[in-house]
């Protein structure tokens, strides 16, 4: 099964800025919407930012004009910049795809459904 990779968390002051990638593991032909996901401690996950295979982008409101998704399908990888970081930005966050093409054991192409990353902190503090 494809697995993602996050990485690019940490520990940031108010108003800086980081970019999280996530790359999947695997042969991949295709991945449909890429999304970044978060949760916060006692709060329930939620979407932060997606972007579809045709470039349309969506954002959560507390993270417009702030953070930017953007995807390279030829690498299959996709990013979330995050600018003007807010201590309320603080959460795990997870990327996400909703459907992939990944080679099967014989090489066929197949589809995956809903897989996630294992999370990535980040923790936004003075």
């Known amino acids: 099964q494809v697995q993602l990779v996050e990485s690019g968390g940490g520990l940031v002051q108010p108003g800086g800025s980081l970019r999280l990638s996530c790359v999947p593991s695997g042969s991949i032909f295709g991945i449909n919407v890429m999304a970044w996901y978060r949760q916060a401690p006692g709060k329930q996950r939620e979407l932060v930012a997606a972007i579809t295979s045709d470039g349309i982008t969506n954002y959560a409101d507390s993270v417009k004009g702030r953070f930017t998704i953007s995807r390279v399908d030829a690498k299959n990888t996709w990013y979330l910049q995050m600018d003007s970081l807010k201590p309320e930005d603080t959460a795990v966050y997870y990327c996400?795809?909703?459907?992939?093409?990944?080679?099967?054991?014989?090489?066929?192409?197949?589809?995956?459904?809903?897989?996630w990353g294992q999370g990535t902190q980040v923790t936004v503090s003075s």
């Open positions: 996400n795809a909703d459907s992939l093409v990944v080679a099967g054991t014989g090489g066929e192409p197949k589809y995956e459904y809903d897989v």
